[in-house]
């Protein structure tokens, strides 16, 4: 009795609990900590039930998603310590992940998690709602409906997969004739709420791609015939529709975004094969910004010029700093992924996940990375 109660406190208990944490840990970030302490704390809080887990274990089977993802961590490495300062952060971070990775590799947490991001969904949702009637305030400062987060683009992404991964549950259990679906269902329409008022179109288009592309699986190898075809038309059709109204929506924020691919790209045919390094984004997006207002002063684009920080498109942050190499582990990866699951729940989540990281930037937000790695 004692064994088992020191299993589950070492590994669901204290990982549930840390999990749960993180989802408010933008809060802490306005001065209690930051990003590299919180990564260092967890090293230390996860590393003792990581080491229990690998002793009860007598032996470990590695998948060709595990290879595959040491294979890029590797790449990862090897880019950073060829990269200039900024090491000891990501060190920290990708130490961290690899704990939870771990875990989630190693027990059976798959539940547990997939709870609690449904409960943190409806939480954060409770938040937005609070927010919005200026009961509380916000981490933005001009936003107010942030949930904990300090950008409502971030938040809408969060719900976006809290949202449909709820549904998602809830259409399971429903399928098995069992009534806890309808309150799975329950919390998933609560969260449009939240979802409406984040404003997010990048969350929207997640969702409503990730509903669209779920009856496509396991489909793509018929897509000859008449009625795949005509279904994977109709669902590409709808995407680009929804795309062109949401462009009309922020037409400012959307061309903004266009200009800022246009100088990525500009970045990653100057250096296609390695990239610019880690951070390289950051470091080096400016000045191209700079150089093409000095090569165009009358552009109409001026109104665009901001500080720049974020690519706004995962796969192209990943070509700027990693290269074209890069991508493609990353990019194997991914289709490796898809492939491999049966698990409609994390299918889903996935989905949206990807479709969101194509016009936002989640892997500046370190509770995106650990849901990533949970999908993995």
Same mark, same amino acid.
């Given at each position: ?28 970030? *306005?001065?209690?900590?930051? !990003? ?37 961590? +590797? ?11 900024? &090491? ?42 609070? =927010? ?9 400062? /001009? ?6 987060? &300090? ?16 549904? *998602? +549950? ?21 969260? +449009? ?27 793509? &190898? ?20 929804? *795309?062109?109204?949401?462009? =009309? ?9 266009? /200009? ?28 191209? =910004?700079?150089?093409?207002? !000095?090569?165009?002063? =009358? ?59 194509? /016009? ?17």
């Amino acid at each position: 009795m004692k064994q088992v109660l020191l299993t589950y406190l070492l590994t669901k208990g204290i990982s549930s609990s840390a999990f749960l944490i993180l989802v408010f840990a933008p809060i802490f970030y *306005s001065g209690i900590f930051i !990003e590299n302490q919180i990564s260092l704390l967890l090293i230390i809080i996860l590393t003792p039930p990581v080491i229990y887990q690998l002793i009860l274990k007598k032996s470990i089977h590695l998948s060709s998603i595990d290879i595959i993802l040491l294979v890029f961590c +590797v790449f990862y490495i090897g880019r950073l310590f060829t990269s200039q300062g900024g &090491h000891e952060l990501h060190l920290l971070k990708l130490l961290s992940l690899t704990c939870w990775y771990i875990l989630f590799r190693l027990q059976s947490s798959f539940w547990v998690i997939t709870y609690l991001l449904v409960i943190c969904g409806v939480i954060q949702t409770i938040l937005v709602i609070l =927010q919005s009637q200026f009961v509380i305030y916000g981490y933005h400062q /001009f936003f107010n409906t942030t949930g904990t987060f &300090h950008n409502p683009a971030l938040l809408g992404g969060f719900l976006a997969i809290s949202f449909i991964m709820a549904l *998602s +549950v809830g259409k399971n259990y429903l399928q098995q004739k069992n009534k806890k679906g309808y309150i799975f269902i329950a919390c998933s329409m609560f969260m +449009v709420w939240g979802l409406y008022l984040s404003d997010s179109r990048t969350a929207w288009l997640a969702v409503f791609s990730c509903i669209l592309l779920t009856p496509l699986k396991n489909r793509w &190898h018929r897509w000859t015939r008449k009625k795949e075809l005509l279904l994977f038309l109709g669902c590409g059709i709808i995407v680009i529709l929804l *795309s062109i109204i949401l462009y =009309q929506y922020k037409p400012i924020s959307a061309n903004g975004r266009l /200009f800022i691919w246009e100088r990525s790209l500009e970045m990653i045919r100057d250096k296609p094969l390695w990239g610019h390094g880690i951070n390289g984004f950051r470091g080096n997006y400016m000045h191209y =910004q700079a150089d093409y207002f !000095e090569k165009n002063p =009358q552009s109409n684009n001026s109104m665009l010029a901001d500080n720049v920080e974020y690519a706004y498109n995962e796969l192209i942050k990943i070509s700027v700093e990693m290269g074209i190499a890069g991508l493609i582990l990353f990019l194997i990866l991914l289709f490796s992924l898809l492939k491999k699951y049966d698990n409609i729940i994390i299918y889903n989540g996935l989905i949206v996940l990807i479709v969101f990281s194509l /016009f936002s930037y989640p892997s500046d937000a370190y509770i995106f990375l650990l849901i990533f790695c949970f999908f993995i």
